[in-house]
C-alpha cells in the first residue's frame, strides 16, 4: 500500500488512460459513462480507474440521484508541482551556467581568430 500522498499521486498519474480523465474533468464534471465514452475500455475497467484517482485524492464521486458525477480535486496535483519546482529551478540554473559557458567560448574563439567551426580565420 502506498504511504504518502505524493507517492499516491504520481501512482494514480503513471497511466495514460488516467491521465485522460483528469484532463476531461478540467472543463468540469462528468459521469462514469461520459469519462468512458473515448476509451476502448469496459466499464469495470474505467471504474477501477476511477478507484485508483479517488483514493490518491484526484477526484470526487457525488451522488445524485441516478447520476453519480465526479469532479476533479486538483489539491494533490499542487502538490506535485511544488515538488517538481525545486527541479525546475534546477533545471534552469543548469541551462543559465550552459549559456555563460557558451558565451566565453565564442567569446575567446574570437579573441584568438576562430572562425564558426573552430578552423583558424585565414589573414588577408
Not at 86 to 108: A, M, Q
Request: overall charge positive; hydrophobic content about 40%; some cysteine.
Amino acid at each position: 500500500m502506498i504511504s504518502d500522498r505524493l507517492s499516491a499521486t504520481f501512482a494514480a498519474l503513471a497511466d495514460p488512460t488516467r491521465r485522460a480523465i483528469l484532463a476531461r474533468l478540467v472543463s468540469g464534471e462528468a459521469s462514469v459513462t461520459q469519462l468512458a465514452a473515448p476509451f476502448e475500455i469496459s466499464m469495470p475497467a474505467i471504474s477501477k480507474h476511477l478507484k485508483v484517482l479517488e483514493r490518491a485524492g484526484l477526484i470526487a464521486r457525488g451522488h445524485e440521484a441516478q447520476w453519480r458525477p465526479c469532479r476533479l480535486k486538483a489539491g494533490p496535483l499542487k502538490d506535485v508541482a511544488d515538488w517538481a519546482e525545486h527541479y525546475r529551478r534546477y533545471w534552469t540554473e543548469s541551462f543559465d551556467r550552459l549559456d555563460d559557458y557558451l558565451r566565453d567560448v565564442e567569446n575567446r574563439e574570437k579573441k584568438h581568430g576562430y572562425g564558426k567551426h573552430g578552423d583558424k580565420r585565414k589573414r588577408a
